[in-house]
């Protein structure tokens, strides 16, 4: 078992993750638009066309901007969640509405963080989760707007997890590479199975290669735990929302926000429950 932290290490987590937080808002906004712009430089390509984006766009270039009018962010209006209140939620230049998404997600990253803070410390185990509750928030932030999850976060966080656990830090190497193997496999399996008996497809790509990516930092006995907690959380959330009318009963639903909520449970707890004679 890690050893815990303290308040003070949770405090100091809490900062770095408002911090963290305002770089995540970053991640979520522009990575879809960069994966965007990719593929229709692509297709044009293809198509013996100009590049119709030839200007520079990543997560550092340009300056952050209001989404409507374009006017870059004043430096004092960039404080995580102070900005947004000093805004009043609203662009300096034409008054449009600033998402709430932005102050929700540095609030939660620093929450998040304290809380890992204070169940690992500041050591590596607790670096590490640090890093692992980062990668999800922007995941299933991006998943829910968009559907997708991008490889060039997915696959860095499966070889992130093999690396942190050469040592052992939350499961056994050994453990990481085969639940690796069979996070990816598990999926794949039942997207096969369920495209063969329906014709459509129920899960993404992307899905298998988070849940790669989950057996990679938390071990094949994990993985069980994972689909069944993502899977039930999904299904009442959806059946919620369908209630509710905020979608439609054939309407798909993103999958990587359960899952990544699954993980973060099983990397808190999951050790203590895996090893109490339940399994």
């Not at 500041?122 to 670096?127: D, I, K, Q, S, V």
């Not at 999850?149 to 040592?167: A, E, F, M, R, V």
Request: aromatic fraction near 12%; glycine fraction near 10%.
């Amino acid at each position: 078992m890690h050893r815990g932290g303290s308040p003070l290490a949770a405090l100091i987590a809490a900062c770095i993750g408002l911090l963290i937080g305002s770089f995540l808002n970053v991640v979520i906004h522009r990575l879809p638009k960069m994966m965007q712009r990719e593929a229709d430089n692509y297709l044009a390509q293809e198509a013996g066309q100009a590049p119709p984006h030839t200007d520079r766009y990543n997560l550092l270039t340009p300056r952050s901007a209001c989404p409507h009018c374009a006017a870059p962010v004043p430096g004092g209006y960039n404080i995580p969640v102070a900005g947004y209140v000093l805004l009043r939620g609203r662009c300096v230049r034409c008054a449009a509405t600033i998402s709430l998404r932005y102050p929700l997600v540095e609030i939660f990253s620093a929450l998040m963080s304290a809380w890992l803070g204070w169940h690992f410390g500041l050591g590596t185990a607790g670096l590490a989760a640090l890093l692992f509750a980062y990668f999800l928030i922007a995941l299933s932030v991006i998943d829910a707007q968009t559907q997708l999850l991008p490889d060039s976060l997915t696959l860095p966080l499966l070889w992130l997890g093999l690396l942190i656990n050469l040592n052992g830090c939350f499961v056994p190497l050994s453990d990481a590479v085969s639940g690796a193997a069979a996070g990816y496999l598990s999926l794949w399996a039942v997207y096969w199975i369920f495209r063969l008996i329906t014709n459509k497809e129920g899960i993404g790509y992307g899905d298998f290669k988070l849940m790669a990516a989950l057996g990679a930092w938390l071990g094949w006995q994990a993985l069980p735990f994972i689909l069944l907690l993502a899977s039930c959380l999904g299904a009442v959330i959806g059946i919620a929302m369908v209630l509710m009318k905020r979608k439609a009963a054939d309407q798909t639903l993103p999958f990587g926000p359960y899952l990544a909520i699954a993980g973060m449970l099983m990397l808190l707890y999951g050790k203590s429950f895996l090893y109490s004679g339940l399994y």
